[in-house]
DNA sequence: AGAAAAACTGTACCTTGAGTACAGTACACA
DNA sequence: TGTGTACTGTACTCAAGGTACAGTTTTTCT
């Protein structure tokens, strides 16, 4: 395994998750990627197999990023909290600014692109995206189940519908932040998800006598 | 306008918009739609032009229909009450009752498939998307300002972000119940966005002395 | 009934893209 | 010095998408 290959991979890679977030998966041609990746066709199937085996690569690639991300954010957190609450408020208040200041508008999320064109793509691939929703779900509920302990929420819930909630606000999200034009929507449900999470977990008043 | 060319052109539209939710709009062959319209390639350019000016008529189609289904939704909501938190109330319980009971899984979001292949298609096309999400931002905003000028929401909000809460949320479940196969996380996330209102506008206990 | 417009059918054509094959080259490393 | 890795470059096949258009049926209007 020498620098170049390794360089030359991940060249494909990135590049071809620009244009398949840009255009989709079936409209992203492999001409397309070897032009913007400075490479040749024998190149390409050096690394890949073909167009599903990229596919592939890609949404592991993803998947990987995603979670060094959510990572690195929520031991920031934890560095500054030890209220499991507040480390779950910190989190999604970074993650939104880290969103908002994203320089261009947010190129989307792989696994909402393949989810639009799950035919296309091998039965392994949609099971990845699959674990990957499943491993966000995991993270959050992790989370919750330790502010649940602690503040007992004030109106009744599954928290795994409210972890699936930090999915859903991401990627509904991502949908208005790329129709619009701008990351504001984007930061805006994430900060709405962290409000909603306040709410629902605030000290209860007591009751009137 | 005879019957027969409704029928034909919507028999397109309706089999195109089911295809092209499965696969995406660059993997539907115009092949494939005649097929499943049973239709000949001459009669379909008879109808369109091209595949965009398809997608176009697809997205105007789709907006209507939405449009429809909406108010449908309100109109029963406004005759069950007359207290406007109420009715917004009623309206994303109606709504989730109306996903959760699908027959099959949701079939997708025309907007949120077209968004993942925006390059595809004409900047028209991307116009008429965004339309579509600021008809659906109005359409909730009118009612959340009636309902703020009557409950005071118990945290700073933007009651625009909340308005696109509802799209977020639909766009959003939709793709955790594509991924999941089930309508469940779709009508849990609506409901969890009822409960955020609820919560947000949730008459507020006197402060303590 | 008959003309004209509408609603198609059928087919031929061109282009593009996926994927294959394989011969040659540059470079590291031992 | 040689051997494997990591490519480049070219040339090809096969399938499919999109388009054009000439011809045919059906409807409509008078």
Request: negative net charge.
């Amino acid at each position: 395994m020498s620098g170049k290959q390794e360089g030359t991979r991940e060249r494909i890679l990135s590049v071809a998750e620009t244009i398949i977030l840009q255009r989709g998966f079936s409209a992203t041609s492999i001409d397309d990627i070897l032009q913007n990746a400075a490479i040749t066709k024998g190149g390409f199937f050096y690394h890949f197999n073909g167009k599903k085996e990229l596919a592939r690569a890609l949404v592991e690639r993803y998947l990987d990023e995603d979670d060094r991300i959510f990572a690195g954010l929520f031991a920031q957190a934890d560095a500054q909290s030890d209220d499991p609450l507040q480390q779950v408020l910190l989190f999604l208040e970074q993650f939104a600014d880290m969103m908002r200041t994203l320089q261009d508008t947010h190129p989307g999320c792989l696994v909402a692109s393949f989810t639009y064109e799950s035919q296309q793509l091998d039965g392994d691939v949609h099971e990845l995206v699959k674990q990957g929703v499943l491993i966000w779900r995991k993270l959050l509920l992790a989370r919750l189940e330790k502010v649940a302990a602690l503040y007992s929420p004030c109106a009744p819930i599954s928290l795994t519908a409210v972890a699936d909630m930090f999915t859903s606000s991401v990627e509904g999200g991502i949908i208005l932040s790329r129709i619009l034009q701008s990351n504001e929507p984007l930061a805006d449900q994430i900060m709405l998800y962290r409000q909603y999470l306040q709410l629902l977990f605030q000290p209860q008043w007591p009751s009137q006598p």
